[in-house]
């Protein structure tokens, strides 16, 4: 069982940047790609960004592919989401993934463990 928790949310300005943290716990980091959803309000919860077990490759939505960056450090079992340049649109609840097929990375369905999320608030 994969434990993780989303860490670095809050409200800003539009044009400002945040770093969200996801820390994993309970299981063999390693054994999973990552992934960052989002879930803006009222809406599905959407693809943002996700990076192979190794961090070698990296996948991104159109919308954020220019702004945002997604890394992780094996050796702290942690991913990370960069977001620059905050538009009024990226208001959502972001979440963090684990996902153990290695495959479909866009996908939601196909992630084993969620995190509780953390608001990310931009204020136009």
């Known amino acids: 069982q994969v434990q993780l928790v989303e860490s670095g949310g809050g409200l800003v300005q539009a044009g400002s940047s945040l770093r969200l943290a996801c820390a994993a716990s309970?299981?063999?980091?390693?054994?999973?790609?990552m992934g960052w959803f989002r879930q803006p309000p009222g809406k599905e919860r959407e693809f943002v960004a996700a990076?192979?077990?190794?961090?070698?490759?990296?996948y991104y939505a159109d919308s954020v592919k220019d702004r945002f960056s997604i890394s992780r450090d094996n050796a702290k079992n942690a991913v990370y989401l960069q977001m620059n340049n905050l538009e009024f649109g990226d208001t959502a609840v972001y979440y963090c993934?684990?996902?153990?097929?290695?495959?479909?990375?866009?996908?939601?369905?196909?992630?084993?463990?969620w995190g509780q999320g953390t608001q990310v608030t931009v204020s136009s």
């Open positions: 993934g684990a996902n153990s097929h290695h495959m479909f990375v866009g996908m939601a369905a196909k992630y084993d463990y």
């Open positions: 309970g299981g063999i980091f390693t054994n999973y790609a």
């Open positions: 990076i192979t077990w190794t961090g070698s490759s990296t």
